[in-house]
């Protein structure tokens, strides 16, 4: 079975792609909302990272307070480090286990679809790292557009992430989102043919 790792910066349109390979019947992992199951209320992964953060950082309704934990690890590394590596630690085994499943369901490709693939050396565990990659201008004004923040908080967002002219250098197949949807999902079947040699998924 071969295994993509999909990744993007912020508003890339990377969540597009990830639906249209999902939609073509491909297994796809989603690490963000694994992300969030890892500290779900009464998991081990809160417990853990309440013990680095300490109890402030538990909303009354007993989950995670994430604007206020977004707060600190933004200006905090130390903290931000810890809480990644509780989160990806517990990611990672529900990663490993997707694809054993995927593996034993006979697909010929799987997908995981994660953000911080590079910064994490996920791309290390994958056949074909595939980057969704749309110009600086476009990353903010999509994202001011789909979440509503500023201009500065987005540029601030897109600063803290590795570069895309970094991220390009451990890419295998880099698809410009820059033009047309019809375009990129265009890329994104001929990409997908030329892997599986003309075989097609299922």
Known sequence: MITIGLTGGIASGKSTVSAELRSL????????????????????????????????????????????????IFHDKEALKAVESI??????????????ASSKQGHKVAVLDVPLLIECGWHKNVDSVWLVSVSRQQQVERAMLRSGMTADEVNARIEAQMSLAEKKKYADVVLDNS??????MQAVHSQLELLLGGVSEG
Not at 43 to 72: C, H, M, N
Not at 179 to 184: I, L, N, V
Request: charged share 25%.
């Open 179 to 184: 033009g047309s949807q019809a375009e990129t």
């Open 25 to 72: 019947g491909l297994p796809v992992f989603d690490a963000d909302a694994e992300a969030c199951l890892a500290v779900a209320a009464g998991s081990e992964g809160l417990a853990q990272v309440i013990a680095v953060l300490g109890k402030e950082y538990l909303s009354e309704e007993g989950t995670l307070d994430r604007a206020k934990v977004a707060e600190r």
């Open 87 to 100: 989160i990806h630690k517990i990611v990672w085994q529900a990663a490993e286990e997707f694809l054993a």
